[in-house]
Antibody
Framework: QVQLQESGPGLVKPSETLSLTCTVSGGSISSYYWSWIRQPAGKGLEWIGRIYTSETTNYNPSLKSRVTMAVDTSKNQFSLKLSSVTAADTAVYYC??????????????WGQGTLVTVSS | DIQMTQSPSSLSASVGDRVTITCRASQSISSYLNWYQQKPGKAPKLLIYAASSLQSGVPSNFSGSGSGTDFTLTIISLQPEDFATYYCQQTYSTPRTFGGGTKVEIK
């Protein structure tokens, strides 16, 4: 059973770069799209972007100028970097696998989430 | 971007009630529509994919329908463990987008 685990600093200073890693266990990272999603406290879900194991990426246009994703197949990990953060980037950050079967696509599983606070 | 609009944003219901949540896409998304359940402090959990397919392990108390722009999640008989927030999501195109959520509370 595939499991995902986010890791990284829980506190980032304004204007600095947020860096998170998602470790995939119980299965291979190959041949899937892997997404990052965030959720500010008490609010809804926002898709940040995704990466394929070939390093093809798609980013949300609202964040594209600040987002970089990478994948390390040797470690079964993928990562997120979000630059020039502000308080508005404070949120729980989730990683998730995008599954494709026929003409259907969905996110499963999800990591448990990690809270990142932007504050000086 | 495809905008996903859920209604209502919240509702109060009793155990045993039939609950219906709707989701409307700003353009046709065929059946690329998923439903997730989220409980406080937890990650979203997949309930329904491809508009009407029940994820393995999810009780048959949940059902989904619709295609094109209009979709529905139905909880046939609300159980105590069903009180949560529900989100729809389109995977027709990028950026992937979610509805604003529907919080189901105890009446």
């Amino acid at each position: 059973q595939v499991q995902l685990q986010e890791s990284g600093p829980g506190l980032v200073k304004p204007s600095e770069t947020l860096s998170l890693t998602c470790t995939v266990s119980g299965g291979s990272i190959s041949s899937y799209y892997w997404s990052w999603i965030r959720q500010p406290a008490g609010k809804g879900l926002e898709w940040i972007g995704r990466i394929y194991t070939s390093e093809t990426t798609n980013y949300n246009p609202s964040l594209k100028s600040r987002v970089t994703m990478a994948v390390d197949t040797s470690k079964n990990q993928f990562s997120l970097k979000l630059s020039s953060v502000t308080a508005a980037d404070t949120a729980v950050y989730y990683c998730a696998r995008e599954v494709t079967r026929g003409s259907a696509r969905w996110f499963d599983p999800w990591g448990q989430g990690t809270l990142v606070t932007v504050s000086s | 971007d495809i905008q996903m609009t859920q209604s209502p944003s919240s509702l109060s219901a009793s155990v045993g009630d039939r609950v219906t949540i709707t989701c409307r896409a700003s353009q046709s998304i065929s059946s690329y529509l998923n439903w997730y359940q989220q409980k406080p402090g937890k990650a979203p959990k997949l309930l329904i994919y491809a508009a009407s397919s029940l994820q393995s392990g999810v009780p048959s108390n949940f059902s989904g329908s619709g295609s094109g722009t209009d979709f529905t999640l139905t909880i046939i008989s609300l159980q105590p463990e069903d009180f949560a927030t529900y989100y729809c999501q389109q995977t027709y195109s990028t950026p992937r987008t979610f509805g604003g959520g529907t919080k189901v509370e105890i009446k």
